[in-house]
């Protein structure tokens, strides 16, 4: 499948309806993804504009070929490394060897160290530009957004920002634009995005934000590596970027237990209880980390003023569905949100401090110093006391 974006630029990538798994088994991914390659034809010259997943590379190259003599294609660009973007260069390198490949210099070493090949890379920095014939694409790098070597290019004429990662979503769909899918999903799967991937560069997303709109460059069109062309109204996906990347929160707050005998659960829901009672407004989300996916409870802790955390103490720890979960968290580098712990134990209870420890490295600021400890299964007292803790966390969320 090929798709004309409009006279000059086509899309030559793969929509994947089957992936449910990205970066190994890390990130879900319910709505699938795609690989968006782009062929630019200028009047004199022909880019190719990355390429897609390893698995599909043999597709990719049967499909370019429908679309044009692999011969005729001047330049490749390759604006990120990272496999789902780079996995079909070998072959299509092993078709036509001597195709320069422009890539910034940090996107030659981790070329090479994915592929170990000698390719004809032409590294380029920020405002190096390529002439294609009427028109030519400007690179822009993109240091940590989200790797090292990732870059942006744009095409002068037609305007359109080819941004790789960046205000990109997993999610497939053969409309193929922005402005004609569900818009829930849309925001769902780009928000997802965001909170879990991008996250740990909000400050350099903000600074490449400001430094592309400095360039007052129009913008007809963003298209992205992954998911739907931003064509209506492009900039309303940067605008949310800019807003999600300044230390975002709603009032909004995600309580995450897991539980052996309900009695952590039982606390989870007498919190949630004792924080309407003093701030109804809130929204309040449940989640027992166990039984739900990682990746859509980080989106909800993106969203929120606070996290409140629950575990059990086992054999002087933690359940394993907490520390997976506050091992993605402390990796994201969360800004400006409030934490609290609670949990259920017998006899040695070291869940709850080993929580708060967990909450400061993660850099949450303790709502509660000491957390709320309940011995055995808590009875009516013992729910009192949750219910209590739980005012005192919505009187601190007002
Ligand atoms: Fe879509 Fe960083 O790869």
Redesign the pocket.
Known sequence: MSFKINDCVTWVGKIDWELRKFHGEELSTHRGSSYNSFLVRGNNKTALIDTVWNPFAGEFIENLKKEIDLEEIDYIIAN?A?S??SGALPELLREIPDTPVYCTRAGVKSLSGHYHEDWNFKPVKTGDKLELGGKELIFIEAKLL??PDSMFCYLTEDAILFPN?AFGQHYASELMYNDLVDQGELYDEAIKYYANILTPFSKLVASKIKEILELNLPVKMICP??GVIWRQDPLQIVNKYAEWADAYQEDHVTIIYDTMWDGTRRTAEAIAAGIKDVNDSINIKLYNAARSDNNDIITEIFKSKAMIVGSPTINKGILHSIAALLEVVKGLSFQEKKGAAFGCYGWSGESVKLLNGMLEEAGFKLINEEGLRLLWNPDQEALKSAKDYGSEIGTALV
């Open positions: 990120h990272e789902d973007h989200h790797w990662d590596s992954h």
